[in-house]
């Protein structure tokens, strides 16, 4: 308790905002894919607490904290933070630009959950006819995500092509506005969409334009989000000497995504005992504090623990490190004594 009235009292003493100044900073170190930094400036952000934060910092706090979370390949933690920001959002003075049902669909259609994405897009009444605008144009990126993932899903080509014809526009519209973050966004999109589509010489024409606009700010997440199919794309454009310095760091920050090894081979790097203890409880439908607070460590060092799993299992997620595990039969092995 007194350490609590210490706390506050110390927050108070700060200048208001303080504490959303690190969330913003956690946000610029997940672009440039420096999970450890972006979690430690989220740290500050809450030891500082709400007395140092604007209304929205609590909102802000847990969409980056998702964000965050889903980098690292927790999608299931990454929405139940997503459902908590939720409930704290309060409207400002400043437009919702990035509605928090746009932010869950992106997580859906990240976890294949396309009927709950498609619910997402029916409510939203997003649709690729719509007339475009500043405010609604992270929502009609999502559709673009979306089209793109019921293309691969489906394998028909109706999806794909509207993607394209909507990413075209809005591609035109965030080069007008100078909004450069979109306007990368849009570019990688429109090349796995060309690659969808077969055409990966086409598709390297916006990739490459994306690299080049991307490089001197030092984007990472935005381009490596893409999973294998990037993967593949950034090769081929490594081969084609475009940006090779930047696709051969891109790629090493990539890591888990370049991996062919066969998933029935031993591991090079076996799992220790507390990585096997934190697996185990990924099986389970603990969240991933309620697994900090079984084992008694901090969230943090459940993160970092969780983070190697995934890399010496060579996946993504939750799921695919139980599904890995269990074709292991990691699960089933006892502690050694």
């Known amino acids: ?14 200048v208001r905002g303080t504490a959303d100044m690190h969330v913003g900073m956690s946000e610029l170190f997940l672009d440039r ?4 930094e972006a979690n430690e400036h989220l740290q ?10 604007m209304p929205q910092f ?25 459902d908590e920001a939720e409930r704290f959002y309060v409207s400002d003075f400043f437009p919702d630009v990035r509605p928090v049902a746009a932010l869950r669909a992106r997580l859906w259609i990240a976890n294949s959950q396309l009927r709950d994405a498609l619910g997402w897009a029916r409510q939203a009444g997003v649709s690729v006819d719509d ?9 009609h990126i999502t559709l673009a995500r979306l089209l793109l993932a019921r293309a691969k899903a489906d394998r028909i080509g109706a999806p794909v092509r509207d993607a394209l014809a909507l990413l075209e526009r809005l591609g035109q519209a965030a080069a007008e506005g100078s909004r450069s973050g979109s306007m990368i966004e849009i570019l990688v999109l429109e090349a796995l969409a060309l690659q969808v589509q077969g055409d990966t010489a086409a598709a390297l024409g916006p990739l490459g334009r994306a690299l080049r606009e991307a490089e001197p700010e030092g984007y990472v997440h935005l381009l490596i989000d893409g ?4 993967a593949s794309l950034l090769k081929e454009a490594a081969r084609r000497g475009i940006a090779p310095a930047y696709v051969d760091e891109l790629l090493a920050a990539g890591g888990g995504f370049t991996g062919s090894a066969s998933k029935k081979q ?3 790097e076996p799992l220790s005992e507390r990585e096997l203890d934190v697996l185990r409880l990924l099986g389970s439908d603990l969240s991933g504090p309620d697994i900090a607070r079984e084992l008694m ?4 060092t459940m993160r970092t623990h969780t983070k190697n799993i995934y890399t010496k299992l060579d996946v993504n997620d939750r799921r695919a490190a139980v599904r890995r595990a269990q074709e292991l039969d990691l699960l089933s092995r006892r502690r050694s004594t």
């Open 1 to 14: 308790m007194i350490n609590q009235c210490n706390r506050a009292e110390q927050s108070r003493s700060l």
């Open 33 to 36: 894919f420096d999970l450890d």
């Open 44 to 53: 500050r952000a809450q030891d500082l607490g709400e007395y140092a934060g």
């Open 58 to 82: 609590p909102y802000r706090w847990r969409v980056a904290s998702a964000r965050v979370r889903a980098a690292e390949g927790d999608r299931e933690g990454a929405l139940e933070l997503i």
């Open 131 to 139: 007339e475009l605008s500043y405010l609604r144009e992270f929502e």
């Open 227 to 230: 999973g294998l199919p990037m």
């Open 266 to 268: 031993n591991l090079i």
């Open 297 to 300: 460590v901090s969230l943090n």
